[in-house]
């Protein structure tokens, strides 16, 4: 199985900053490769898709990079909206595997 | 409008059986592959099972194998999870979650989920 590794698990920041996730496979995975946001009690919702394009209705302040074993989600002028866990995910095979996920908390 | 909704969850006693059911409106159903995803309280997103758009096709996880098997009714429009000789640590919200087209291959609707609580 592909191993999906996430840094940092949990972030502090402010709003209106601009915060980094990264996440490394364990081996190639071209760009399938998703991000996905959650919400506490809620369903996960659905962000980028191919490492870098944006789900339908996804605002551009979220934007994806990377190819291969390396890729980071960005997320600009952070909102209080946007204070979640989000989660990186291959979908190159199954098993699809997921990443633990990073709290990003208000400072 | 694009609807997934699970239902069939609660609580069992362990080595009981469940069966959950996925919903899907606002598209159709046929045409689309499935996946269930879980989650365990306080913990991250576990993919469980997949079944193609004709349901010829189906994986497991190895954590579910033998135990649990996913069908579909493309008729119905419903999604199922048949939940076998279940354990303590199959406890989790569980997600339906639908492939998308195109380039969107991966999970891209997703479920409310429905909770999955197997304790004596």
């Known amino acids: 199985d592909i191993q999906m590794t996430q840094s940092p698990s949990s972030l502090s920041a402010s709003v209106g900053d601009r915060v980094t996730i990264t996440c490394r496979a364990s081996?190639?995975?071209?760009?399938?490769l998703a991000w996905f946001q959650q919400k506490p009690g809620k369903a996960p919702k659905s962000l980028i898709y191919?490492?870098?394009s944006l789900q339908s209705g996804v605002p551009s302040k979220f934007s994806g990079s990377g190819s291969g074993t390396d890729f980071t989600l960005t997320i600009s002028n952070l909102q209080p909206e946007d204070f979640a866990t989000y989660y990186c995910?291959?979908?190159?095979?199954?098993?699809?595997?997921f990443g633990q996920g990073t709290k990003v908390e208000i400072k | 409008e694009v609807q997934l909704v699970e239902s069939g969850g609660g609580l069992v006693q362990p080595g009981g059986s469940l069966r959950l059911s996925c919903a899907a409106s606002?598209?159709?159903?046929?045409?689309?592959?499935m996946n269930w995803v879980r989650q365990a309280p306080g913990k991250g997103l576990e993919w469980v099972s997949y079944?193609?758009?004709?349901?010829?096709?189906?994986y497991y996880a190895d954590s579910v194998k033998g135990r649990f098997t996913i069908s579909r009714d493309n008729a119905k429009n419903s999604l199922y999870l048949q939940m076998n000789s279940l354990r303590a640590e199959d406890t989790a919200v569980y997600y339906c979650?639908?492939?998308?087209?195109?380039?969107?291959?991966?999970?891209?609707?997703w479920g409310q989920g429905t909770t999955v609580t197997v304790s004596s």
């Open positions: 995910q291959q979908y190159n095979s199954y098993p699809w595997t």
């Open positions: 079944i193609s758009s004709s349901g010829s096709t189906i």
């Open positions: 191919a490492a870098s």
């Open positions: 081996q190639g995975i071209s760009n399938y």
């Open positions: 979650a639908r492939v998308g087209h195109y380039d969107i291959l991966t999970a891209d609707v």
């Open positions: 606002g598209f159709t159903f046929s045409s689309y592959e």
